[in-house]
């Protein structure tokens, strides 16, 4: 199965505040453990919401909205698609994170027979 791990935005992901040499290098190691395993297929942070776009439909109606967008803690800031045998697996996974605070997110992703 393929799960989507989300990262929430934080003040320190909106305002693109690097993290420390020494938590990225804890961060690279795991990272690095993930992709020995085959667990990681890709990977990613996103640009702070200042530079992101909505687009609402009503109807026939598209309108484009411009960030920032005012609640930072329901936006994502990263991502990862991991390949796992079980939610069970990527949470065992996540874990062992070196985060010291934030919230992510684990989320099965649909598959779809024929596509």
């Known amino acids: 199965m ?5 990262a929430k935005e ?10 420390t040499a020494e938590a990225m290098a804890e961060y690279q190691k795991f990272n690095e453990e993930l992709v020995k395993a085959g667990v990681v297929l890709e990977s990613g942070r996103l640009h702070s919401s200042s530079q992101g776009k909505r687009v609402k439909f009503d109807g026939k109606k598209r ?9 930072t803690k329901e936006l994502v800031a990263g991502y990862w698609l991991w390949q796992v045998r079980s939610i069970d ?18 989320r099965e ?3 779809y027979e024929g596509m």
Do not use: N
Request: proline share 9%; aromatic share 8%.
């Open 2 to 6: 393929r799960v989507l791990i989300m």
């Open 10 to 19: 934080g003040e320190q992901s909106e305002t693109a505040t690097p993290p």
């Open 63 to 71: 309108t484009v909205i411009d960030g920032p967008f005012a609640e």
């Open 89 to 106: 697996e990527a949470l065992e996974w996540l874990k062992r994170a070196p985060y010291d605070g934030g919230t992510l997110e684990v």
């Open 109 to 111: 992703v649909f598959e």
